[in-house]
């Protein structure tokens, strides 16, 4: 089992960890076009919804990330994105091109968007810092655990 640096729980919509000289402890969202900023754009049922992972036809609207463990890369051209590449463990219904971004008007179709931009640029802060010193790249756990998992089980 590798060495997590920062923690994704779905179902409770929070993003956690402490690596690159930063404490991550925030509110994010994922799938389901969650941390759109276009008025009625996002479905209730996919937002968070760890049931939904598998989910990528139909639309623009996807289910959330697949769980699983990811390695975390600055992105080539974006300073306020990090990629997500999975490891090849993952099962990831295939899908693909996961990002850890801001808030849009498109939103996530699966990528983790923090709700504060400023949680945003320290986790960019974090990734790029761990790589310089650590000369590897840290790890996110994408897992499903609390009571809102079966909150959409039962509303569906």
């Known amino acids: 089992m590798p060495i997590v640096n920062l923690t994704y729980n779905i179902a409770e919509a929070h993003l956690s960890g402490s690596f690159g000289g930063a404490v991550i402890d925030c509110t994010a969202v994922s799938g389901g076009r969650a941390g759109t900023t276009t008025r009625g754009a ?3 049922y996919l937002q968070n919804n760890a049931l939904a992972t598998s989910i ?11 769980m699983g ?5 600055p992105h080539e051209s974006k300073k306020h994105m990090v990629r997500l590449e999975p490891f090849p463990s993952n099962y990831m219904f295939g899908r693909s091109g996961f990002l850890i971004h801001g808030r849009g008007k498109i939103g996530s179709h699966g990528c983790i968007v923090p709700g504060d931009p400023h949680d945003l640029h320290k986790v960019c802060a974090a990734v790029a810092s761990f790589i310089k010193l650590r000369k590897t790249h840290p790890v996110l756990e994408v897992i499903a655990v609390g009571s809102n998992v079966d909150d959409k089980f039962f509303t569906a």
């Open 42 to 44: 996002g479905n209730w």
């Open 56 to 66: 990528h036809h139909g639309g623009d609207r996807f289910g959330p990330l697949p």
């Open 69 to 73: 463990f990811y390695w975390m890369y």
